[in-house]
C-alpha cells in the first residue's frame, strides 16, 4: 500500500493476490473490506487495480463493498491511461475541485508506476527472505534432536526437501519481477552442511488415506502395470525420471545414472526437483506421470475443461504463425495424501527451459544471439495469451498464467526445433498448452 498526499490523500493498493489454493474461501472481500475500512478511517480516497472483467460474476464484489469503476467519476482525455482502477470514496473526503485532482492524481500514479513496482518487488522479496530464514530456524530447532543424534527421519527429510523446492520455487519467480536484480540476497539462505547432505524425501504417504481414487479417463486405469494399479505411490515414484535437457547435462558432468539418489545438495545445484516428473512407455507412447498436491489436484477437472475450450476455439487458427495444440491430464490418481497427473510426452520441453538453455548452453547460445531465439518464444506465448483472453471468457480461479507452454525441441540433440518462413524469418511451428 502506498500513501500519496497530493493533489488528494489517497491510500494506492499496490498489489493483492489470492493464490489458487485458498481461493474461493471469500479471503479477497475480506482484504477488499479491510482496505475500505482503513481509507474511511483515514479520510481519504482508496484506489486499486482492477483484475476482473465486469462480465465476470465475481465483479460484484466491488459494488457490493461501495468501489466504483473511474469511468464512472471522470472523463478521460486521449493521453490519460484508463488503466483499470476502481475508487473507494469515503465519505468524510473533501471534494473541492475534485473533477481537476483525480485526472492529474492518475497521471502522477501513471508516472510513478514503474518506481512503485520495483520498490514493491525489493520490499516482498526481503520480507519473503525474512519468513524463509524463520522458518528454516524453526525446521533446525524442531529436528535437534535428531540431528544431535546423527539420525534421521522420513518426516525430517520430507520437511526439509519441501522448503528447499519452495524455496526454490520462489527463487524462479523473482527473476521475473520488475527491476528486482537481487537473486543473489538468497544465499542469505544459509543451509548447513547436515542439511544440504540430507536424501531428498518429495512425497510422504499417508496412512489414513488408502483409498486409492480415481477421475478423468477410467479406461485408461485399466491398461496401466498392474504395478501402478496395486501401489500408484511406490509404483511411480519408481518410474524413471523425465529426462529434460538440464537434468541429461547435469548427470553428463557429474557423471551420474539412473536410478538417481538425490540430497538436498542436488536440489539447489540443478534449481528444481526433478523427480516430480516420471515417465514411461504404454502400448508404445511415452506417457509422464507429474507429483502434485491434493489441493491442486482438486482443480485438474478446471483445468482440462479450460484446455478443451481453448481447442475448441483456436482449432484451425494459427498465432504468430505456430499451431496451438493442448496436452491435457488424462488420468489422475489420489493414493496416501499423494496426487499424479498422466499425460501424453510432448516432443519439447517447457518454455523457460528453452528460454534458459538458449541463453545458457554454450552449443546454443550463439544461435540464440544472431537469431533472438528466446525473445520469438516469448513474443509467441504472449500473442497466444492475449488471443486467449480475447476470444475466452475465464471466470474468476481459472488463471491463464498457471498454464504450462511447452516448445518442439530436439530431445536428444538437445536444440530447438524451428521453422523458417520465406523472409528467413524463425518461427515456431507449433507450441502445446496443458
Known amino acids: 500500500m502506498l500513501y500519496l498526499r497530493k493533489p488528494l490523500p489517497c491510500y494506492y493498493l499496490v498489489y493483492v493476490e489470492v493464490t489458487p489454493s485458498f481461493r474461493g474461501k471469500g479471503l479477497g472481500n475480506r482484504i477488499l473490506e479491510a482496505f475500505r475500512d482503513y481509507v474511511e478511517e483515514k479520510g481519504a480516497l482508496g484506489l486499486l487495480d482492477n483484475i476482473i472483467p465486469p462480465e465476470d460474476p465475481t465483479f460484484d464484489i466491488y459494488n457490493k463493498l461501495g468501489w466504483l469503476s473511474l469511468e464512472k467519476l471522470i472523463d478521460f482525455g486521449e493521453d490519460l491511461d484508463r488503466g483499470h482502477y476502481m475508487v473507494y470514496l469515503p465519505p468524510g473526503l473533501k471534494k473541492t475541485h475534485f473533477d481537476l485532482k483525480l485526472p492529474k492524481l492518475i497521471f502522477n500514479l501513471k508516472k510513478k508506476r514503474p518506481v512503485i513496482e520495483m520498490q514493491d518487488n525489493e520490499l516482498m522479496v526481503q520480507r519473503t527472505i525474512q519468513e524463509f530464514n524463520q522458518i528454516y530456524r524453526a525446521l533446525e530447532r524442531i529436528f535437534q534432536k535428531e540431528k544431535e543424534g546423527g539420525r534421521t527421519t522420513l518426516f525430517m527429510r520430507f520437511m526439509f526437501t519441501k522448503f528447499t523446492t519452495r524455496l526454490l520455487g520462489f527463487q524462479r519467480r523473482i527473476q ?137 476455439k483456436i482449432q484451425g487458427a494459427r498465432i504468430g504463425q505456430a499451431q496451438v495444440k493442448i496436452n491435457p491430464p488424462l488420468l489422475w490418481i489420489q493414493d496416501h495424501g499423494n496426487g499424479y497427473i498422466l499425460r501424453k510426452k510432448v516432443d519439447g520441453i517447457h518454455w523457460e527451459e528453452a528460454v534458459f538453455q538458449l541463453k545458457q548452453n554454450p552449443s546454443l547460445r550463439f544461435l540464440n544471439q544472431h537469431l533472438g531465439l528466446d525473445r520469438k518464444i516469448t513474443g509467441t506465448i504472449i500473442e497466444i495469451m492475449d488471443w486467449i483472453k480475447e476470444h475466452i471468457r475465464l471466470p474468476g480461479g481459472e488463471e491463464i498464467q498457471d498454464l504450462a507452454w511447452f516448445i518442439p525441441w530436439n530431445l536428444e540433440r538437445n536444440s530447438p526445433l524451428f521453422s523458417i518462413d520465406p523472409a528467413n524469418v524463425p518461427y515456431l511451428e507449433q507450441i502445446w498448452i496443458a
Open 176 to 312: 521475473e519481477l520488475l527491476g528486482y536484480t537481487g537473486g543473489e540476497s538468497l544465499k542469505q539462505i544459509n543451509l548447513s552442511r547436515e542439511v544440504c547432505a540430507l536424501p531428498i524425501q518429495p512425497y510422504l504417504l499417508d496412512p489414513e488415506t488408502t483409498d486409492i481414487q480415481l477421475f478423468g479417463d477410467r479406461s485408461l486405469w485399466t491398461i496401466l502395470p498392474r504395478t501402478i494399479q496395486l501401489n500408484p505411490a511406490g509404483a511411480i515414484e519408481g518410474l524413471p525420471l523425465y529426462q529434460r535437457p538440464f537434468l541429461k547435462q547435469w548427470m553428463k558432468e557429474k557423471n551420474r545414472t539412473e536410478p538417481l539418489k538425490l540430497t538436498i545438495a542436488d536440489l539447489l545445484e540443478l534449481g528444481f526437483d526433478p523427480s516430480r516428473l516420471r515417465e514411461f512407455l504404454l502400448r508404445d507412447q511415452v506417457f509422464m506421470f507429474e507429483r502434485l498436491s491434493p489441493v491442486l489436484l482438486n482443480k485438474t477437472e478446471e483445468r482440462k475443461s479450460l484446455l478443451e475450450r481453448i481447442e475448441k
